[in-house]
DNA sequence: AGCACGCCGACT
DNA sequence: GTCGGCGTGCTC
């Protein structure tokens, strides 16, 4: 069989020139294999029509010539060749993805390295693929000999089931005493119920080339813009018309300072010129919230993420493909939203690490995003209050980059006041310093409300005997256990394990009583109480928040004013404005600047800035009290006066002197395996084989391996992890694929996955 | 993914 | 001598 000569996307095929030997259509797939290559296929011609980029299709694959399915990513001419194996089928089914997003997931697959078909996997969910199969509860008819008596209304349903299966639902309310018949057949052995699979595939999409339904005009807009908004909407307004121009627009907006209305703005001039926009925020919350906002402004936005059922989310593709959306909102998957005249992509919060996958393809969607703009010729706004160190960089380094700032809050109100206090001095409350205390008595006292940020689960970070100060650790990771009061149990939030709460000390001949120490959020929770009985008290974290919806539940409560203080993890500083928040306080600013991380700095200055940033939304002076042990670190002060630039260029020459991102590509492999020594041994094979071939392809790449942490957080492996550095030219994407058309990155472990961009180490 | 091929240990 | 273990490689 020979090997395809495969265009890179984007190059076209010249047609056959004249008299030339017979040609074929030859149509270029991504198949659902372990492979990094495109496979050719021949169309059979009763399949011509129906099939272009996008679609889904079953081919042959292996010597047996098992059925797959696959994705065409592109049809051409090509010269006859008779052991081309044909297409067997296109899948009428799926959605087709448009041209622009198939070329965005090659783009992925190449950057991320990962096989192209997953990443096409991974946007085009299950629904997309094969329709949504409905379960629905029948009955059908066993025995055909009726039994001596039967009462009319048995009779009748027999009846009824002579023919074919019913819906049992149906047949309930279709008659009285329908149920307990039923119920009778059943028992008597007539009937039997069972499950019976209902396909729906989205077939009745009209796709965009159709004329769409006619949108019914939004309503208009009610207020004016500031003279900042105004600014910064016009010159994302002059990328779109008149002519449509890629450019990253970075919005730099202080908290208050009205980002959404730009982007509304921004949507509405897109919409328009007859181009569609995307906008993605960090949480499933936010977008439904935003949704709702926004579907009051526009009559044809649709919301789009992973917590849709899979028939809500078909409902919304179909739309979004049929061409009968302007606007589509959504989590980070939405980037790679089916819409065919993308004239916008806005990525709110764009320092967030949620827009980063946790599963391969570990895409970063603002990084997605400006790709897909690229590709479709269109700006993408980049809103933060404090942009990411990568957008910094960029700003400074490419010319398609450009700043649009906007400093001042739109309500007029003032930026709150923030004071630093040392707990340790004066008096204090557990975690509570009096200065803080007499802050929450005045605010909920007012009529206020306040928001408390402390970023520790549980109710002690470490238990240490009280004679001998031996810690109690981890078993299996030896990590400290954190108690757990509310549970009576320790846990550990490194590997998962948890158990009873011991009362003494682990070294059975001393046996003294355990001590708490770090306390944590649940112990902040009781400090506050018993200071403040009467304060209504929320708490928000990990261990409170069961559920997807618990979240939004609790944002809403506390909004509606059903709770005076909103204590939590880093949880509580997202969200949405709460305009009676006249106070924020953060408990532990040291231990946000501590963490092991090369972002530590970034991300503690980041979640400061916006934690304070909550409670200036009241119209009276907001007050912002942080609590350290060292009140004139330059880092926090930094934060504290939301002096982002400052910090930036500091933070960003602490980057340059390390060789680490964003001057260098940082990519992380990890191994994984239940016997530690497999993993250890994948690692350290696939770290000298990486530095054989960089030595070969002579590029300068930093790479060693390490062990991650002893035990995972799942299922007992052991992790290792090889770290790649180096230059941001592609150099590291080349050498995976290098690696990978040899023996690859295929260990003996059970694992391995490959992290390009990482955010997080642990 | 899944299947064939290939090179080593325990059996009829 | 063979059967079968799964490590390795390939599929248009």
């Known amino acids: 069989v020979p090997r395809s000569t495969a265009p890179k996307s984007g190059q076209l095929w010249l047609a056959p020139t004249e008299g030339t030997p017979r040609h074929e259509l ?170 019976c699979v209902e396909e729906r595939g989205p077939e009745a999409v009209r796709l965009a080339s159709a004329p769409a339904e006619a949108a019914e005009p939004c309503p208009e807009d009610e207020f004016t813009l500031s003279a900042e908004q105004q600014a910064a909407l016009r010159q994302i307004a002059d990328c779109l018309a008149p002519t449509p121009t890629f450019r990253v627009l970075s919005l730099f907006g202080a908290p208050g300072s009205g980002k959404t209305e730009v982007y509304v703005r921004a949507i509405r001039a897109a919409v328009a010129t007859g181009r569609q926009a995307i906008l993605l925020v960090p949480e499933i919350a936010l977008a439904t919230q935003i949704g709702q906002r926004l579907s009051r402004r526009f009559t ?116 709150p006041r923030v004071e630093r206090v040392d707990p340790r001095r004066g008096p204090r409350r557990g975690l509570l310093s009096q200065t803080l205390l007499d802050h929450l008595l005045r605010v909920i006292g007012d009529g206020g409300q306040a928001i408390l940020l402390h970023n520790r689960r549980g109710y002690a970070v470490h238990l240490r005997c009280s004679r001998c100060g031996l810690p109690l650790l981890c078993e299996r990771c030896s990590s400290s256990l954190v108690l757990h009061r509310a549970e009576d149990a320790v846990r550990c939030h490194r590997c998962g394990l948890r158990r009873h709460a011991p009362a003494a000390c682990p070294d059975t001949t001393c046996g003294a009583a355990l001590e708490p120490g770090g306390l944590a959020i649940q112990r902040l929770e009781q400090d506050l109480h018993a200071a403040i009985p009467t304060a209504r008290i929320l708490r928000l974290d990990r261990d409170t928040m069961r559920r997807r919806e618990d979240y939004a539940a609790a944002l809403s409560r506390f909004e509606r004013g059903d709770a005076d203080v909103l204590i939590g993890t880093q949880m509580v500083a997202k969200g ?162 290098e690696a990978e058309a040899q023996r690859g990155l295929r260990t003996a472990a059970k694992r391995c996955v490959v992290d390009v961009d990482p955010l997080d180490m642990m």
């Open 26 to 195: 030859v149509a270029d797939v991504a198949v659902c294999a372990r492979t990094w290559s495109l496979y050719s296929y021949a169309v059979p011609p009763e399949l011509v029509e129906r099939l272009a980029p996008g679609a889904s299709v079953s081919v042959p694959l292996g010597r047996a010539g098992r059925t797959l399915d696959g994705w065409c990513i592109r049809v051409s001419p090509q010269p006859w060749d008779q052991t081309r194996k044909p297409i067997l089928a296109v899948n009428a089914a799926a959605l087709p993805l448009t041209a622009t997003v198939i070329e965005l997931a090659l783009w992925v697959a190449d950057y991320y390295h990962c096989p192209p078909a997953r990443v096409i996997e991974s946007i085009a969910p299950a629904a997309l693929r094969r329709g949504v199969k409905t379960r629905v509860r029948c009955v059908r008819q066993l025995r055909r000999e009726p039994p001596a008596e039967l009462r009319e209304i048995d009779a009748r349903i027999l009846a009824l089931l002579e023919k074919e299966p019913r819906p049992i639902r149906a047949l309930r309310d279709s008659q009285r005493g329908a149920a307990a018949a039923l119920k009778r057949l059943a028992d008597a052995g007539m009937i039997e119920a069972f499950w």
């Open 300 to 415: 044809r936005a649709r919301v789009l993420h992973s917590g849709l059922s899979g028939r809500a989310r078909l409902d919304a593709l179909r739309a979004i493909r049929g061409g009968n959306v302007d606007v589509v909102i959504g989590t980070r998957s939405a980037v790679f939203a089916p819409l065919e005249r993308l004239g916008l992509v806005i990525v709110d919060e764009e320092q967030e690490g949620s827009l980063k996958s946790l599963a391969a393809p570990f895409y970063h969607a603002r990084d997605v995003a400006i790709k897909r703009a690229q590709l479709e010729n269109a700006p993408v706004v980049l809103g933060s209050a404090t942009p990411s160190l990568e957008t910094w960089h960029n700003l400074a380094e490419s010319k398609h980059y450009q700043l649009l700032r906007m400093d001042r809050r739109i309500a007029g109100g003032a930026a």
């Open 576 to 737: 949405l404005d709460f305009p009676r928040v006249a106070l924020a306080g953060v408990l532990d600013a040291d231990a946000m600047f501590s963490m092991p991380d090369f972002r530590a700095a970034e991300r503690a200055f980041q979640l400061l800035v916006q934690v304070v940033g909550r409670a200036g939304r009241a119209a009276a002076g907001g007050v912002a009290v942080i609590q350290t042990t060292d009140p004139e670190a330059p880092l926090l002060r930094l934060a504290c006066d939301a002096a982002v630039e400052p910090f930036v260029q500091r933070e960003l020459e602490q980057r340059r002197r390390l060789g680490y991102p964003p001057f260098a590509r940082l990519v992380r492999i990890i191994v994984s395996d239940p016997q530690p020594a497999v993993a250890r041994d994948g690692a350290e094979r696939i770290s000298s084989a990486l530095r054989e071939i960089a030595e070969r392809l002579s590029a300068a790449l930093r790479i060693g391996s390490a062990e991650v942490c002893a035990v995972a957080r799942q299922r007992g492996m052991h992790r290792w992890q090889v770290l790649i550095l180096g230059p941001k030219d592609g150099s590291i994407q080349r050498l995976l694929a």
